[in-house]
């Protein structure tokens, strides 16, 4: 008799019996996510703990992430990709358009768009990338699987799921100095914070004020260009 594998997928689903997936798929990403900080735990972790007995915290959360780990690491460099999080979001996750994660094929195809010049490489290295709208971060690691150069990734979102997601995918996938920025949908000027990605020492470091942020500074570049080229259109 064949045992089925088990995968990242079926443990959420079975800890989820009796739970909202959704709910239990972000608390791992807030315990996750917190397990790795530097400097502080996100507000939400201790509310997240409230939501489980001891014994399932000590069960559910490693156990989850023993094989989120498992998984990242096999299939990294494959085909496919090796966004875990973000397929399990966008199986069992409802959602709209909105909020739809481009397939890693789709991914590929958009970062043919990304071929700078030697003379911008010489000017500019490592190149940063920036993703506005980077859901669960899959274009940028398809850029950094895709072509053999060094990358310093700047994701830009408002939805705190993306947020985490996106920020866990850099940093289990080993993209130093890359940044996640979390920003206000209703107001571009607004910062939330952002998550820093280190490897020397290792672990994730959320910053709370735009001064330290470079996904801000070029998240504004982006805004005042994007600006420019609608007043030029007109």
Same mark, same amino acid.
């Given at each position: 008799m064949?045992t089925k594998?088990?995968?990242?997928e079926?443990?959420?689903?079975? *800890?989820a019996?009796?739970r909202?997936v $959704?709910?239990?798929?972000?608390?791992?990403?807030i315990?996750t996510?917190?397990a *790795?900080?530097?400097?502080?735990s996100? =507000?939400?972790?201790?509310?997240t703990?409230s939501?489980?007995?001891?014994?399932?915290?000590?069960?559910i959360? =490693?156990?989850?992430? $023993?094989r989120?780990?498992?998984?990242?690491?096999?299939r990294?460099?494959s085909?496919?990709?090796?966004?875990v999080l973000?397929e399990?979001?966008e199986?069992?996750? =409802?959602?709209?358009?909105?909020?739809?994660?481009?397939?890693w094929?789709?991914?590929?195809?958009?970062?043919?768009?990304?071929k700078?010049?030697?003379?911008?490489?010489a000017?500019?290295w =490592?190149?940063?990338?920036?993703?506005?709208?980077?859901?669960?971060?899959r274009?940028?690691?398809?850029?950094?699987?895709k072509?053999?150069m060094?990358?310093?990734?700047?994701?830009?979102?408002?939805? *705190?799921d993306?947020i985490?997601m996106?920020t866990l995918?850099?940093f289990?996938? *080993? $993209?130093?100095k890359?940044?996640?920025?979390?920003?206000?949908q209703?107001n571009?000027?607004?910062?939330?914070e952002?998550y820093h990605?280190?490897?020397?020492p290792?672990?994730i470091v959320?910053n709370?004020?735009p001064k330290?942020s470079?996904?801000?500074d $070029?998240?504004?570049?982006?805004?005042?260009t994007?600006?420019?080229?609608?007043?030029?259109?007109?």
């Amino acid at each position: 008799m064949t045992t089925k594998k088990e995968t990242f997928e079926s443990l959420m689903l079975e *800890f989820a019996t009796n739970r909202n997936v $959704h709910q239990l798929f972000r608390d791992y990403l807030i315990v996750t996510l917190s397990a *790795f900080m530097h400097n502080q735990s996100i =507000p939400l972790t201790m509310e997240t703990y409230s939501r489980y007995s001891d014994s399932e915290i000590k069960k559910i959360f =490693p156990e989850l992430l $023993h094989r989120l780990m498992i998984e990242i690491t096999e299939r990294h460099g494959s085909e496919n990709g090796n966004d875990v999080l973000g397929e399990f979001y966008e199986a069992h996750i =409802p959602t709209n358009d909105e909020k739809k994660i481009l397939s890693w094929k789709e991914s590929l195809k958009t970062i043919e768009l990304l071929k700078p010049d030697k003379e911008i490489i010489a000017k500019h290295w =490592p190149i940063a990338v920036l993703d506005v709208g980077c859901r669960s971060g899959r274009i940028m690691l398809a850029t950094a699987g895709k072509n053999n150069m060094r990358y310093e990734f700047l994701g830009v979102e408002y939805d *705190f799921d993306f947020i985490m997601m996106a920020t866990l995918n850099l940093f289990f996938n *080993f $993209h130093n100095k890359s940044e996640v920025l979390w920003i206000d949908q209703s107001n571009d000027k607004a910062f939330k914070e952002s998550y820093h990605i280190s490897i020397l020492p290792m672990g994730i470091v959320r910053n709370l004020d735009p001064k330290n942020s470079r996904a801000w500074d $070029h998240y504004q570049l982006y805004l005042q260009t994007k600006k420019a080229v609608m007043q030029s259109l007109r």
